[in-house]
């Protein structure tokens, strides 16, 4: 997710792993609230069994009841009438497991999960939009595709992410900090960042985000250049280069 949202030009600034408790739930979304971000993502605890308790934990911490939402619970049963077509489940036995996910916080919308049952939520709180989505990677996935990328893009402007990755061996990470720090230092709004893989082995992630797609490219590579330059200047051996662009 964190990936996903920097390469539409979201700058993540903190991420924090909880139980599933309702009482620390809520702690940590005022607490992350107080610093009035423009997002704040969940993601787990929205499902039928005891321990989601994710939008419980949001309801307390915004003050809201939870409610049961209309449009959430026709989602919902619509999954639930093609799992029992399939013979998965039989809905009289399901109901108050339906019930559950389709109780959100008053005022909170429902994103359409294509492939699970339970729903993801947004939530607007003043300035900040809070979405939970659920844990399962592939409905968390297909919620964020399908529901939050064509919301969200219209709310950033002209935001493009570019981000190239070199991997340079035969020279320590020490040796090849000051010349990450120099490389930055030239190129204005370039993020670079160096990651140990082994002896004398670094991976270096050079990234940015610009207004425009072609001056996004343009920081990457010449920053990729300079890498790459002072690495063989130090003795190190370029050995890959991977590239990724949106």
């Known amino acids: 997710m964190a990936k996903a949202l920097t390469s539409i030009g979201i700058e993540v600034k903190r991420m924090i792993v909880i139980e599933d408790n309702v009482e620390t739930i809520a702690e940590a979304l005022r607490e992350s609230l107080k610093r009035k971000p423009n997002f704040i993502f969940t993601s787990g605890g929205l499902g039928p069994t005891y321990d ?16 049961v ?12 009438k093609l799992a029992e077509k399939a013979g998965l489940l039989k809905i009289k036995d399901s ?24 729903p993801g939520v947004l939530i607007e709180q003043g300035k900040t939009n809070v979405i939970s989505l659920p844990g399962v990677p592939a409905e968390m996935k297909a919620i964020f595709d399908y ?14 992410h570019a981000e190239r990755t070199v991997l340079v061996t035969g ?29 004398g082995k670094s991976e270096i992630c050079i990234s940015t985000t610009a207004s425009s797609e072609s001056e996004a490219n343009h920081r990457v590579e010449e920053g990729r ?7 063989k200047e130090l003795g ?9 662009s949106k």
């Open 225 to 231: 250049k300079i890498i790459v330059e002072k690495a």
């Open 147 to 160: 529901s939050i990328i064509p919301w969200i893009k219209p709310l950033l402007g002209s935001a493009f």
């Open 236 to 244: 190190g051996i370029v050995n890959a280069i991977k590239e990724d």
């Open 95 to 118: 109901e108050k497991h339906m019930t559950k996910m389709a109780s959100l916080p008053a005022g909170a919308s429902p994103l359409a999960n294509p492939v699970g049952a339970a």
């Open 52 to 67: 989601d308790v994710t939008l419980e934990g949001v309801a307390k911490a915004l003050e809201k009841p939870l409610e």
């Open 69 to 80: 939402n209309a449009a959430a619970e026709s989602m919902i049963e619509d999954r639930y």
């Open 171 to 199: 020279v320590a990470e020490s040796r090849l900090a000051p010349v990450i720090v120099d490389a930055m230092a030239k190129i204005p709004g370039t993020w670079m960042k160096s990651c140990v893989l082994g002896s």
